[in-house]
């Protein structure tokens, strides 16, 4: 699966505005550009560089994931790390998965479903310590782009650049283009519930994989993608168009809230196998995940960043007849992301961890605020009323027997 920011950037290059016409004969601009230089790998070198019992530090916090007594942490593009999570109180590493490309992960009877770039994974981790490659199907997802001579297009490295344009070059007063592969922009752009009888796990309100019942649903920035996950090798099953900057994936029931940097959309699966749309609600352009309860949905817009937009807030809505989702209440928020809903209490990841009571949408009340450091998501397992938080400073799990007063049960940090 492909998650990259810069893609968001070039979609509007099409948008922008022509050069500023020039009233002197000389001129010249001095400024500093972020420049991203791409990164290519050919398929072999995707594939080779699988390896399942690695070693590895925490460098960077990605998606994480919950299964039984596992704690799963992506590491993004690099693999992901297993962690025996039996007592939160002292989580214990068991493994580094290397998978290069890896930003996305579930995990359904045992069988870890990862994407590697273009390529889906089946890993069976019984053993975590010694897991095994069940199948790799093969450029399922679409690649951003293929290079006959340099292989697949998978990353960019950005640094930061000070350049002189003169007023008759082609990119004066622009704020992003190209100069032949390379990409100068003057922004920086880099930057669930169970459903169904099978033991699946739990994941963030940031993943774009999720599970229900013998389905794995995945979407990329424009598409939703339907797994059947019953026999040993996934078997792609149709491909849903949704449209454009697609974030995330939530299924709840029997339906899934696709969250987009354009509004949520609310599919159906009467017909699982191939997901119908049955609602929409269309916002101003920022990221957006979204968490279900009863016939409530609760949405983050968080603006001012690749998604576009400047929304800083949480919409509430109703859900109650998917057709016709209905805003009923916005609040206004700093800069949030991640979300969950437990009983009565909403966990907000905002410039800190936020606790707000529920009961009442047209009145929720900011009951606790704990700090963090650019906190990105979390996970809330019910059965052992726990809270797990991932921030650009690691991993923090929390005792929340007691919601409104979380206790501190352990720290995995990155080492970055």
Not at 37 to 60: M, R
Not at 150 to 164: A, F, H, K, N, Q
Not at 230 to 258: A, R, V
Request: proline share 6%.
């Amino acid at each position: 699966m492909k998650n990259f920011n810069f893609l968001r950037i070039i979609l509007f290059l099409g948008t922008l505005t022509g050069l500023t016409a020039c009233f002197e004969d000389e001129c010249q601009q001095t400024r500093t550009f972020y420049r991203y230089d791409p990164v290519y790998k050919t398929h072999k070198q995707i594939i080779e560089g699988f390896n399942p019992t690695g070693s590895k530090d925490l460098k960077t916090t990605g998606k994480i994931y919950v299964y039984g007594h596992l704690l799963l942490i992506n590491e993004p593009k690099e693999g992901i790390h297993i962690f025996d999570n039996t007592n939160p109180s002292v989580p214990v590493k068991l493994n580094f998965i290397a998978i290069p490309g890896n930003v996305d992960l579930a995990v359904r009877e045992d069988v870890l479903y990862a994407d590697s770039y273009i390529d889906l994974l089946a890993i069976n981790i019984a053993s975590p310590q010694n897991p095994i490659l069940l199948c790799r199907i093969e450029k399922v997802f679409e690649p951003i782009f293929n290079d006959l001579s340099r292989g697949l297009l998978v990353d960019y490295i950005p640094t930061s650049e000070t350049i002189t344009l003169e007023c008759n070059s082609a990119n004066f007063n622009r704020n992003i283009f190209f100069e032949g592969d390379i990409l100068f922009s003057s922004d920086n752009a880099a930057g669930g519930s169970k459903s169904g009888s099978a033991p699946v796990g739990i994941g963030g309100s940031q993943a774009r994989f999720t599970l229900w019942s013998n389905f794995l649903y995945t979407v990329d920035q424009s598409k939703l993608y339907s797994f059947n996950v019953q026999g040993f090798c996934p078997e792609l099953l149709h491909k849903n168009q949704i449209g454009w900057n697609i974030e995330t994936i939530y299924p709840y029931q029997d339906k899934l809230f696709i969250g987009s940097a354009n509004g949520m959309f609310i599919f159906e699966l009467t017909n699982p196998s191939v997901p119908k749309l049955a609602g929409s609600l269309e916002h101003w352009r920022s990221c957006d995940p979204v968490v279900v309860q009863e016939s409530l949905a609760y949405v983050t817009l968080h603006g001012g960043t690749e998604c576009g937009g400047y929304s800083n807030q949480l919409d509430i809505i109703d859900v109650s007849n998917i057709y016709a989702p209905k805003l009923l209440k916005t609040y206004p928020l700093v800069r949030p992301l991640g979300l969950s809903v437990y009983q009565k209490y909403l966990f907000v990841c905002d410039e800190a961890l936020k606790i707000f009571n529920v009961e009442k949408w047209q009145d929720i009340i900011l009951i606790k605020q704990i700090n963090h450091n650019s906190p990105y998501d979390l996970i809330i397992n019910p059965e052992e009323k726990t809270l797990i938080l991932v921030s650009s400073k690691g991993i923090f799990q929390y005792d929340i027997s007691s919601p409104e007063n979380p206790i501190l049960l352990s720290t995995i940090l990155s080492i970055h």
